[in-house]
Structure formats: structure tokens, C-alpha cells
């Protein structure tokens, strides 16, 4: 069973690298796979990408300014080498996919509230710790099986 864990995460990798995310520099995402803690410049140039709210020929450093134009409050404060808890992250997809969101959500919109939808999807384990800090295979894991969602409302 953990064999197959590994190989869908590896499957997943592979796919995310080369035809969802082809904007993507190999650079950025050998990075951030190997952080162990993910920072929120390269995280918001993958989410901001895949999600299609930034132009295909935008750097790193552009994905972090489009992100602090959208205002959205968890991120006003935040730095570009900040690391990013999975509430956060939780956060950020749910705003940038537009994601909808439960009725707790609706009423109180933020990062605690995301990640508990994010784990009703089956996107997150459940019980995950909100304030754990996600590492970068965590990000890219999490990312894809948001796009496959995403696909699969189309």
C-alpha cells in the first residue's frame, strides 16, 4: 500500500511538471519540492499559476506582487521567504480556485475554515494541525489533486 502512496505522488509530480503546470521553471519546482518548509513567494507562483490569475511569462517575484494585490488579509503581513502553515495554504486555494466553500466558510471566510473544507474534499488528512507548517512536496501533493477537482467540475 505505501508503495502505491509513492508512486501516485511520483505520477503526480510528473504530471504536474509537465503538462498542468508547463509555465512552470523546472527550477522553481525542484525547489520547492526539496523545501522543507514551504515559502510563500514560490507557493504563490505555483497556486497563482495553475489557477491562471497571473500571465505564463510572470517570474517568482511577480507571482508574490500579484498576490499581495489581491489583498486578501491572511497575506498582507506576510514576506515573500515567510513560511506557510496549512491553514494558509489551505487559504490561498480556496481563494485563487475559487472555491466555494461550506456553510462555516461562507460565514467566517479564513485560513482555519479552508483548511476544514479542504480536508471534508479529502484534499488534507483530516486532523491536520492548522498552524503545521507545509512543506513543498505538501504543496505541489495538495495543488494537484485540487486540479484534478478543478477538471473534474468542468
Known amino acids: 500500500m505505501k508503495r502505491n502512496g509513492f ?3 511520483f505520477l503526480m509530480v510528473f504530471i504536474l511538471g509537465s503538462s498542468l503546470l508547463m509555465a512552470q521553471s523546472n527550477t522553481v519546482i525542484d525547489t520547492l519540492l526539496n523545501e522543507k518548509h514551504a515559502d ?7 497556486v497563482l499559476s495553475a489557477a ?3 500571465d505564463k511569462n510572470t517570474d517568482v517575484s511577480g507571482a508574490f506582487a500579484a498576490l499581495k494585490k ?17 491553514s494558509e495554504y489551505s487559504f490561498l486555494l480556496m481563494k ?8 462555516m466558510y461562507r460565514v467566517l ?6 483548511l476544514r473544507e479542504l480536508e471534508f474534499m479529502g484534499f488534507i488528512d483530516k486532523g491536520t494541525n492548522p498552524l503545521k507548517k507545509i512543506s513543498g512536496d505538501g504543496v505541489v501533493r495538495i495543488l494537484g489533486y485540487v486540479l484534478d477537482w478543478k477538471e473534474g467540475q468542468k
Open 70 to 86: 489581491e489583498q486578501w488579509p491572511v497575506f498582507e503581513k506576510k514576506k515573500a521567504e515567510d513560511t506557510l502553515s496549512y
Open 96 to 103: 485563487a480556485f475559487s472555491i466555494p466553500g461550506g456553510v
Open 40 to 46: 510563500l513567494e514560490r507557493t504563490a507562483y505555483m
Open 7 to 9: 508512486f501516485l505522488f
Open 52 to 54: 491562471s490569475l497571473i
Open 109 to 114: 471566510p479564513g485560513p482555519r475554515y479552508a
